[in-house]
């Protein structure tokens, strides 16, 4: 007998998740082998595909440790087949992140998947769920920038490199945006359960608006300033260099014409 937690169906990946890792290999292969003319596209794509798996993987991560603390309902809703489509806000969730990303090279969170947070007890298991997804942001972060900081760049090709280190960065913004205590993002997801009731309350009406004051506060020159320094010195701790990802953000960036690089910035 199966249940709506373990019936196969909902836990299949999804042809559309498949797609997406589809276009971002084959992308990614385009600008390993720098086929003329399209160098700065295979970059876009790449990163744009690689941008929304990150965000899929981000919201199964949420929904997978929501299953384990005794959501079952997560199953039913399809989050767990990495389908874009099925969740809540697919606007919030997928188009705004990849127009932020379009229009100012920054990886800005999105709410996606609803947890029935009333199925799972204890504390600990709903920071954890709130916990899960800018873990898998920061993971995806260290996968991606391994070549870096192992030392293995040698005879990778610069626009794959700087590629590399762009989609890296996005992820990097993503994780440390997530984890402010902002109402509405997973980091006051993670201190919610600890607040006293009255706390709880008066921070519900603010959640909406959380990411939008998040990003209001970015325009603000000295907040902007403190948080890419930021941004700059976990880039470092991972070995990639301010020039990695510029150049990456000038590739991605096709319609402006593509970088001139002669040689491999190094640390």
């Known amino acids: 007998m199966t249940s709506a937690s373990t019936h196969p169906d909902h836990h299949r990946i999804s042809p559309v998740f498949l797609a997406l890792a589809a276009i971002m290999a084959v992308s990614g292969w385009a ?9 700065g596209v295979a970059v876009f794509f790449f990163v744009v595909s690689g941008w929304v798996v990150s965000l899929c993987l981000h919201e199964y991560a949420h929904a ?15 989050y767990l087949t990495l389908n874009p489509l099925k969740y809540t806000h697919a606007m919030l969730s997928i188009v705004l992140p990849v127009v932020f990303v379009v229009l100012g090279g920054i990886g800005l969170p999105g709410g996606a998947v609803y947890i029935e947070r009333g ?18 942001n ?38 440390i945006l997530n984890l402010l205590p902002v109402p509405g993002l ?33 325009w603000i020159p000295g907040v902007n300033g403190v948080f890419w320094e930021a941004i700059g010195n976990v880039m470092g701790v991972l070995d990639v260099t301010d020039l990695d ?21 190094q640390p």
């Open 186 to 218: 997973d980091g006051y997801g993670v201190l919610e359960p600890w607040l006293s009731p009255a706390a709880r309350r008066q921070a519900e009406p603010f959640a909406p608006f959380g990411l939008l004051v998040v990003f209001g506060f970015l």
């Open 119 to 136: 199925r799972i007890p204890g504390r600990w298991k709903h920071s954890l769920i709130s916990a899960a997804g800018p873990a898998t």
């Open 64 to 78: 997978r440790t929501a299953l384990r603390s005794g959501d079952t309902s997560v199953a039913a809703k399809g």
């Open 138 to 175: 920061a993971l995806f972060a260290a996968v991606l920038t391994a070549p870096f900081w192992l030392d293995a760049m040698g005879d990778v090709p610069f626009a794959f490199r700087h590629a590399l280190a762009f989609l890296a960065m996005l992820q990097v913004t993503a994780a």
């Open 31 to 39: 600008v390993w082998s720098g086929l003329a003319d399209v160098t």
């Open 245 to 265: 990802v510029g150049y990456g953000y000038d590739y991605f960036r096709f319609w402006q014409g593509e970088p001139e690089v002669a040689v491999t910035p």
